[in-house]
């Protein structure tokens, strides 16, 4: 059942700024509605804003906005190349595909450098220990995610084996590179 309205009573009706909400102001008002505990509307006029110019009061201008203060970094966008199709199979194509789309991305947040992006993607199309190696932190990190809630399936163990088969193949492929070196 509906409760009855009084008929004198009218609701009150609030109306929305027709200015977005300003957080900044001048130096002034911003002393004087500290010392007042009240809020004072500064329009951020310049030179001076109307509210000093009202009061007659000297406007102190503006402090320089934090956010200019800092320094972003810019991270480029790197467009990748297509995955490798040397890859021998799917597995090994799924595991290359984690290990850049997912583990290289973070690597990059923790190391700015572009090492990861810049120089080993794109050697590991050419040098097969570089794509093996890549497939064995991809199979690793999968299975890390697999196993993050402690329940041991055997798609964890299928991944760590892929893992520890993808690692022995970059070292044997590596070999051969080192004693030629």
Not at 68 to 82: L, Q, V
Not at 125 to 133: D, R, V
Request: with cysteine.
């Amino acid at each position: 059942m509906a409760r009855p309205r009084l008929q004198n009573a009218a609701p009150k009706e609030r109306k929305r700024a027709k200015r977005p909400k300003v957080k900044t102001g001048c130096i002034t008002c911003k002393y004087v509605t500290s010392l007042l505990y009240e809020h004072l509307k500064c329009d951020e006029g310049k030179p001076a804003c109307q509210r000093c110019l009202k009061d007659k009061l000297k406007c102190d201008g503006y402090q320089q906005s934090q956010v200019s203060k800092k320094a972003f970094r810019i991270i480029p966008f790197i467009i990748r190349p297509p995955i490798s199709d040397n890859l021998i199979s799917p597995a090994d194509a799924a595991l290359y595909h984690h290990a850049r789309e997912c583990l290289l991305i973070d690597f990059e947040m923790l190391d700015p450098t572009g090492f990861w992006q810049q120089i080993v993607l794109p050697r590991s199309h050419a040098i097969e220990p570089i794509k093996y190696a890549l497939c064995a932190l991809g199979g690793a990190h999968r299975r890390f995610l697999a196993t993050y809630a402690d329940n041991t399936t055997c798609l964890d163990i299928d991944l760590h084996v892929q893992a520890v088969q993808k690692y022995n193949l970059a070292i044997s492929h590596m070999k051969p590179v080192m004693e030629t070196a």
